[in-house]
């Protein structure tokens, strides 16, 4: 499977609890997204990598949401002392910059479903 | 602020009719207008996308109608199947933008 794959699907934490997620973009892909979704609703922007920096980052990460891109590879994004509000489904993905920027294709993983109880 | 407003928030249609998805956006500078549809446990895929300067782009049984002066598109799925039932988000970028903005999305119901 050459897509984009997550790591893990499922995770399940405790209040205050530290987590940790990884994704795998398409190998050519130069450019890599973090966004959050919860039931009900459309995905929203966290931050976005192009090759191993990180470009931008919406209000909504807050001080406690980190990510990398390390050597502008796999990413990952942890969230420290996490809260109850942080329970979502966390999508990442990858694209290759296209000619005409507007034109760019995003190729999403599967997602991580957080749980923070 | 909901940047992008998506209707309806469902919607049942027979095997054979047609689906019809609408969005509404208010920022002029959006000029890129993917729809992506969803599976449960799956990650969003693209579908179809358009830009501003067509009115109209058909792929197979999906078109997207675009009408710049009331900053509306929609969605159409011809002849619906059963596989078509997903979760339909529409969508929108600014040309020199990194992140789309997503409607809440549509639940489509297929019934055979």
């Known amino acids: 499977d050459t897509g984009v794959s997550q790591d893990p699907r499922h995770k399940i934490t405790k209040r205050g609890q530290n987590v940790t997620f990884r994704c795998d973009p398409i190998s050519e892909h130069n450019r890599l997204y973090w966004y959050r979704q919860t039931l009900g609703q459309g995905p929203e922007f966290l931050t976005y990598f192009q090759n191993e920096a990180q470009l931008e980052k919406s209000r909504l990460l807050s001080d406690r949401f980190s990510a990398e891109r390390p050597k502008g590879s796999f990413s990952t994004l942890e969230i420290q002392r996490t809260e109850q509000g942080d329970s979502a489904m966390y999508l990442c993905a990858s694209s290759l910059a296209p000619v005409w920027q507007g034109a760019e294709k995003l190729f999403f993983g599967s997602g991580t479903q957080l749980s923070v109880l | 602020q909901q940047q992008v407003k998506q209707s309806p928030q469902s919607l049942i249609v027979q095997k054979g009719g047609i689906s019809i998805i609408n969005c509404a956006y208010e920022n002029t500078a959006f000029d890129y207008f993917p729809w992506y549809q969803q599976f449960p446990g799956k990650g969003p895929a693209l579908l179809i996308a358009?830009?501003?300067?067509?009115s109209e782009k058909k792929e197979g049984r999906f078109t997207i109608s675009f009408n710049k002066s009331a900053k509306q598109f929609s969605l159409h799925i011809m002849d619906s199947q059963p596989g078509d039932s997903a979760t339909y988000f529409c969508?929108?970028?600014?040309?020199?933008?990194?992140?789309?903005?997503f409607g809440a999305g549509t639940i489509l119901r297929v019934k055979s």
């Open positions: 358009i830009r501003p300067d067509v």
């Open positions: 969508a929108a970028k600014r040309q020199y933008g990194n992140k789309l903005v």
